[in-house]
């Protein structure tokens, strides 16, 4: 049973931890931050209200969201818990919350852009990486919830 719950300032280890060993899993990402450096900015996104968190019936938490009104920051799930659910769980809430959200994900990270488009998202732009920290391209992806009225027949 997964359970949401909003992050607390003593759960900025654990998502620092997370995006570290993300980076560390993809032979395609630079290495730009220390593991400390990690935990601090996830640190800064709780203290801004932005994340929920995912946790199991005993408090370890799974995976986490951070979502800054219909902009979704960081979407984080432990090895592990990948292909449980909890993704789909933060995501259905951050939907549940806002009838648009967007967001970036890399051009190279296949995985993640097979999650988006079936939950609904579609890509509108593209760029080749100038924008962005890493360098790397990258997709925006945008999803709209549907009023009945506009649901497809």
């Known amino acids: ?12 280890g ?11 899993a993809n032979a395609w990402k630079p290495l730009l931050h220390t593991g400390a450096e990690d935990i601090a900015h996830a640190g800064r996104m709780i203290d801004r209200g932005w994340v929920t968190v995912a946790c ?36 259905d809430d951050a939907k549940a919350a806002s009838p648009h959200l967007s ?3 890399f051009e190279a990270n296949t995985a993640a852009q097979r999650f988006y488009e079936r939950e609904g998202f579609a890509v509108t732009e593209r760029t080749d990486g100038q924008g ?5 391209p990258d997709l925006r992806y945008v999803w709209h919830a549907h009023s009945p009225e506009e649901a497809p027949a």
Not at 1 to 12: E, K
Not at 77 to 85: E, I, N, S, Y
């Open 132 to 136: 962005n920290e890493e360098g790397l």
């Open 14 to 24: 654990k998502l620092g931890q997370m995006i570290t060993e993300a980076v560390a």
């Open 103 to 105: 967001l970036w994900t």
């Open 1 to 12: 049973m997964i359970r949401l719950r909003p992050a607390r300032s003593t759960d900025a």
């Open 56 to 91: 199991d019936p005993v408090d370890r938490v799974l995976g986490f969201i951070a979502r800054e009104g219909e902009v979704v920051h960081s979407l984080y799930v432990t090895r592990p818990a990948q292909g449980r659910g909890v993704g789909k769980a933060l995501l």
